[in-house]
């Protein structure tokens, strides 16, 4: 099965009250464990890039190759989008004549006239070309990319205008934020996601900074009409801990231990274990 655009997935997400997981990938091992969570769960899946993490693997075309590659080589079955993360309108483009299969545009930090200008065109060009995208309104707190936001929780008037675009897929500011989340963070706002449901008509929505929300949170942003969920830092965290816990108990300098593939394993199989766990927490197990 090739790469898929997001929509189709999104649309059955929303449908059927579960929400799927967008990870985001950083490497070859990134890759390779989400890739087999997905096809283990039997779960749709969407590997987030952010632009940073693209010029890391050296360019969208690297990626999009490398993806592309490791899919068909393991034999992928469930349906799977490469989907550009709080992509910039240039970064966008960029990514869709790489062969990314879904884009974000992020023009939350312009004003809403040219928040809107900015996404009708990149939603033009690349629906000409059959690929999905999301677009946000208001901020998801923190720094991503170095777009940085205090979480301005979304004006669902707005949200009602950039959903009328044409657009697949909404991000909207509703008090989430990326990296950790702090000891005395309010929780999500579930009444303006409420009137974002409302208005938007049955678009999927998108609650981004994933990582660290509580369980029952999660779950009632779901019946909210919440179908994508974005997950990084707590995929980093747990290849982190694992990571250092090889180390810590010197299994690298047992045998050939230092070898990378030896080295770099115990972080990708917990990448994996978490995926599948998050994967049955939003609902998406069992939905290929």
Wanted: proline letters at 3%; one cysteine or more.
């Amino acid at each position: 099965m090739a790469l898929v655009s997001a929509t189709e997935m999104l649309k059955k997400a929303r449908a059927g009250h579960y929400a799927v997981g967008a990870f985001n990938i950083n490497n070859m091992e990134w890759t390779k464990a989400i890739l087999l969570a997905a096809e283990e769960a039997k779960s749709p899946v969407m590997l987030g890039v952010s632009e940073g993490a693209g010029k890391y693997m050296c360019g969208f075309k690297t990626v999009t190759a490398m993806v592309k590659e490791i899919h068909d080589y393991l034999g992928i079955t469930v349906p799977v989008a490469l989907h550009l993360d709080h992509g910039s309108y240039d970064g966008a483009k960029a990514c869709i004549e790489a062969g990314f299969t879904s884009v974000m545009f992020d023009g939350s930090h312009y004003d809403f006239e040219e928040n809107m200008e900015k996404s009708k065109e990149i939603i033009e060009f690349a629906h000409a070309r059959g690929i999905s995208v999301e677009c946000e309104v208001g901020g998801i707190g923190g720094e991503e990319d170095g777009v940085t936001s205090m979480g301005e929780v979304a004006d669902p008037n707005e949200c009602e205008k950039i959903a009328a675009l044409g657009v697949d897929f909404l991000a909207a500011g509703i008090g989430n934020i990326h990296g950790k989340y702090p000891a005395n963070w309010a929780g999500l706002n579930f009444d303006v996601l409420g009137k974002i449901q409302e208005v938007t008509n049955g678009l999927p929505l998108v609650l981004h900074g994933g990582s660290g929300i509580p369980a029952d949170q999660i779950a009632k942003a779901i019946s909210l009409g919440v179908s994508k969920i974005n997950v990084n830092t707590e995929l980093q965290l747990e290849f982190a801990a694992a990571t250092r816990k090889y180390i810590e108990a010197g299994k690298d300098n047992e045998g050939k231990g230092y070898d990378p593939r030896k080295l770099l394993a115990p972080g990708a199989e917990a990448i994996k274990a978490k995926v599948i766990a998050m994967m049955t927490e939003f609902g998406s197990k069992d939905k290929a």
